[in-house]
């Protein structure tokens, strides 16, 4: 079974580049698959960020293409994700997850919070 | 980009009662590849249906889903106390995939 775990700095200040990894076992990302990030801010909806191929081909929501990466270490089995100039709008519970074009594998998600 | 809009925002029912919710899309959803999720607080969402009328593994058949092109249901056919929660619909037809903004299923 897949498991994902995602990691990273839980506090973030504004302006800063907000930066987790998802670490998966159980099935090697070299493999194949997209794996992918959503967000949750407190007490919304969920939010889809983007995805990534074990290639490196990626799939960015419009609204933060132009502030979003999300790449690849297969030599890691991870992936990450990197949000730059990070606002309070920007917090949230942060889950990856196994990209099939739904979700059945999920991180337990990492709640990030941006302030100074 | 496809926008998801689900109805109602929030169902107020009893136990054994049946739910219907709502998605509708935007735009036609490409091969009906639409997920539903259930979200309990403070869990992880949980995949019940994909390709629209798929169940999960593992997932009670008291969950099904219904509809093509731009119109989707979820039917819970007798709700159980543990199926009060949020429920949310995806689609993954078209890049960017998209979710909707979310059902609340609360007890009366």
């Known amino acids: 079974q897949v498991q994902l775990q995602e990691s990273g700095p839980r506090l973030v200040k504004p302006s800063e580049t907000l930066s987790l990894n998802c670490t998966v076992s159980?099935?090697?990302?070299?493999?194949?698959?997209?794996w992918g990030w959503i967000r949750q801010p407190p007490g919304k909806g969920l939010e889809w960020i983007g995805n990534v191929y074990h290639s490196g081909n990626t799939y960015y929501s419009p609204s933060l293409k132009s502030r979003v990466t999300i790449s690849v270490d297969t030599s890691k089995n991870q992936f990450s994700l990197k949000l730059t100039s990070a606002t309070a709008a920007d917090t949230a519970m942060y889950y990856c997850?196994?990209?099939?074009?739904?979700?059945?594998?999920w991180g337990q998600g990492t709640l990030v919070t941006v302030s100074s | 980009e496809i926008v998801l809009t689900q109805s109602p925002g929030t169902l107020s029912l009893s136990p054994g009662e049946r739910a219907t919710l709502s998605c509708r899309a935007s735009q036609s959803v490409r091969s009906n590849y639409l997920a539903w999720y259930q979200q309990k607080p403070g869990q992880t969402p949980r995949l019940l249906i994909y390709g629209a009328s798929t169940r999960a593994t593992g997932i009670p058949d008291r969950f099904s889903g219904s509809g093509s092109g731009t119109d989707f249901t979820l039917t819970i056919s007798r709700l159980e106390p543990e199926d009060f929660a949020v429920y949310y619909c995806q689609q993954y037809g078209s890049p960017p995939w998209t979710f909707g903004q979310g059902t609340k299923v609360e007890i009366k």
């Open positions: 997850a196994r990209d099939d074009g739904y979700y059945y594998d």
């Open positions: 159980g099935y090697s990302i070299s493999s194949g698959y997209y």
